[in-house]
Nanobody, 129 residues
């Protein structure tokens, strides 16, 4: 059974930090890139970051560049999202997801939620002002 399980969400004050984890099982981790998305109430789901399995190339949405860092532990089949200097507009449910995009298209397509094969259940992040 394929599973992506997020953890680490919570309530934090603006300027604070959280680290999200995404534990994957039930599929060949090395064959997939893992991305983080978020969805705030009344808004569309948006791509936040991605890390490839082949060479650990990372991608970030402009809104989080310089504040968020994605990393992975291939031995543990886990991907992390370190979120620093959090802002109230970062408040959302955060999801991790897996896609099998090839390297020559991932740069332009990682941001599209429909490209992903598997999704976690999400973890709530709330940033108070």
């Amino acid at each position: 059974e394929v599973q992506l399980v997020e953890s680490g969400g919570g309530l934090v004050q603006a300027g604070g930090s959280l680290r999200l984890s995404c534990a994957a099982s039930g599929f060949t981790f090395d064959d997939y890139a893992i991305g983080w998305f978020r969805q705030a109430p009344g808004k569309e789901r948006e791509g936040v970051s991605l890390i490839t399995s082949t060479d650990d190339t990372t991608y970030y949405a402009d809104s989080v560049k310089g504040r968020f860092t994605i990393s992975n532990d291939n031995a543990e089949n886990t991907v992390y999202l370190q979120m620093n200097n959090l802002k109230p507009e970062d408040t959302a449910v955060y999801y991790c997801a897996a896609n099998s995009l090839k390297w020559w298209v991932v740069t332009s397509r990682w941001i599209n939620s429909y490209e992903y094969d598997y999704w976690g259940q999400g973890t709530q992040v709330t940033v108070s002002s």
